[in-house]
């Protein structure tokens, strides 16, 4: 059974930096994408960030583009989501996803292509 638990979040000012962790487990991780979305009070669920199995791709929503980097640590098990310069507008919810389909994705960006989520982590940025 995959599980993946979010760690990292909190409070920080405008400007201040996150970085949020998300450790699987359950199956080979390093044969799986692994992503980011976010949910804001009274909006739907956002892709934000994936990284492709081989770590050599990336992906990104622009709003975020330049201040947010995905990363991951094959050998724990782990995906990464750096965040700096953050902004009010990026206060959410913040879910680990991954697929069940192994190796590359069709569509990153799509939702439906994710299968499995964590719990969530709430980052909040005041001004």
């Known amino acids: 059974q995959v599980q993946l638990v979010e760690s990292g979040g909190g409070l920080v000012q405008a400007g201040g930096s996150l970085r949020l962790s998300c450790a699987a487990s359950?199956?080979?991780?390093?044969?799986?994408?692994m992503g980011w979305f976010r949910q804001a009070p009274g909006k739907e669920r956002e892709f934000v960030a994936a990284i492709s199995w081989t770590g050599d791709n990336t992906y990104y929503v622009h709003s975020v583009k330049g201040r947010f980097t995905i990363s991951r640590d094959n050998a724990k098990n782990t995906v990464y989501l750096q965040m700096n310069s953050l902004k009010p507008e990026d206060t959410a919810v913040y879910y680990c996803a991954a697929p069940r389909q192994m190796y590359g994705l069709p569509n990153y960006y799509d939702n439906s292509n994710w299968d499995y989520w964590g719990q969530g982590t709430q980052v909040t940025v005041s001004s």
């Open positions: 359950g199956r080979t991780f390093s044969r799986y994408a």
